[in-house]
């Protein structure tokens, strides 16, 4: 008979696994919580200083859904256990401060249109990729309506996405309106 050799404060690898699985949703549910928080309180401040009409309504309307889309994480995940807890993310903090800094050092309006809305865009991105980790963490024998909802808020994210795209393609986008 083998026997196994355990340490009385050791965990034994299955429940290993599965803490560390745990551990792992519960950081995800946190950035993709803490990126949404930043972005609530900044995107307000810069909607008011961009003085480009289309560029100023996509950014107050994606203001608008970042908070849906946080109370909807908020809510599933809590029902999981998961709550969201505040954190440091370092990543997500840098991704989040390069659209201040593009706010803050354009020196026209239409710069700050154009810089504020490639920042934006990259924190999109950013968000999308923290979703699909999300998603790929979470089970859909255990945790199927979470996973259901973080594929429904990751499509309302790449939804997001597009519209910052499609409002950067536009023509004279990029002209200079100073």
């Known amino acids: 008979m083998l026997e196994h050799k355990t340490s009385p404060t050791s965990i034994p690898r299955p429940l ?9 949703r519960q ?7 803490f990126t949404y928080r930043r972005l609530l309180r900044m995107l307000p401040a810069i909607t008011k200083r961009v003085h480009d009409g289309p560029v100023e ?5 994606q203001d608008e859904m970042d908070g849906l889309i946080r109370d909807r994480l908020g809510r599933v995940a809590t029902e999981h256990g998961l709550t969201p807890e505040a954190c440091t993310c370092e990543e997500a903090e840098a991704m989040v401060e390069s659209v201040r800094y593009a706010d ?5 309006p239409a710069e700050r249109s154009v810089t504020v809305l490639a920042a934006l865009t990259s924190v999109r991105a ?7 980790k999300l998603i790929g963490a979470l089970s859909p024998s255990d945790q ?6 973080a594929k429904a808020l990751q499509e309302r994210e790449a939804e997001l996405h597009r519209e910052l795209i499609t409002l950067a393609q536009r023509p004279g986008a990029t002209a200079d309106r100073s």
């Not at 950013?126 to 699909?132: C, K």
Request: hydrophobic share 40%.
């Open 27 to 33: 950081s995800l549910i946190n950035e993709i919580n």
């Open 104 to 108: 803050r050092a354009a020196r026209t």
């Open 57 to 61: 309504r996509t950014f107050a309307e």
């Open 144 to 149: 199927g309506d979470l996973r259901t909802e």
């Open 16 to 24: 290993q696994r599965m803490k560390e699985t745990l551990s792992k």
């Open 126 to 132: 950013f968000l999308i990729r923290l979703w699909d």
